[in-house]
Each structure stands twice: as structure tokens, then as C-alpha cells.
Nanobody, 123 residues
């Protein structure tokens, strides 16, 4: 049974930092592209970042470039999202996801999803 479990969310002031983690189990982690998505209240789920199998390539939505960093540790079966210089507009539930075939920004192309962790940024 595949499980993705996010942690690290919380309440932070604007300008602060958080590091999200996503623990993956049930399949071979290193065979999956990993991505982070977010969904604000009343908004559609949007792509945030993705990382390839070995971590050699990453992709970010423009809104987070230079502030967020995605990374992975294949020995720990975990993907991370370091979030710096947080803004109130970053407030959302953050989800990690796993895709088998290719690096993509399209949510429907991800095979497995976590339950999400809430990030709230106060102004």
C-alpha cells in the first residue's frame, strides 16, 4: 500500500520559513518523480515544484522561484520543500504527489497523493 505523509506545516509570520517533508512508503521511492502542489481556500489546486528521480532536475512555478527549494533524500524516502520569505498568498494546504512516468506540472498525471499539510502565513 502506497502512502505519502506530509508534515511540517503550521502558522508563520510573513517573511518566515517552513520546511515541509513528505515520507513515501510502499513502493520504490527512487523510481518516482516527486511534486508539491497547493490549494488555497476556494481555489484550484496548483503546481508548486517537482524534482526528478535522482534530484538532478527541478521545476518551480514562477511565484515561488528563488524562495522555495525542493529536494529529496532517496535513502530516507523523503521529499522536502524548503519555503523561505513566505507571503500571505502562500497560505494553502500543501500536498506532495508521486508520478511514475515523467516530470509534469499536471496534477492528473501524478499517481499518488498525500493528505496535505496546512501552511498559514500571517501578515
Amino acid at each position: 500500500q502506497v502512502q505519502l505523509v506530509e508534515s511540517g506545516g503550521g502558522l508563520v509570520q510573513a517573511g518566515g520559513s517552513l520546511r515541509l517533508s513528505c515520507a513515501f512508503s510502499g513502493l520504490t521511492f527512487s523510481r518516482y518523480i516527486m511534486g508539491w502542489f497547493r490549494q488555497g481556500l476556494g481555489k484550484e489546486r496548483e503546481f508548486v515544484a517537482a524534482i526528478t528521480w535522482s534530484g538532478g532536475s527541478t521545476d518551480y512555478v514562477d511565484a515561488v522561484k528563488g524562495r522555495f527549494t525542493i529536494s529529496r533524500d532517496n535513502n530516507k524516502n523523503t521529499v522536502y520543500l524548503q519555503m523561505n520569505s513566505l507571503k500571505p498568498e502562500d497560505t494553502a494546504a500543501y500536498y506532495c504527489a508521486a508520478a511514475y512516468l515523467r516530470m509534469t506540472r499536471i496534477a492528473n498525471e501524478y499517481d499518488y497523493w498525500g493528505q496535505g499539510t496546512q501552511v498559514t502565513v500571517s501578515s
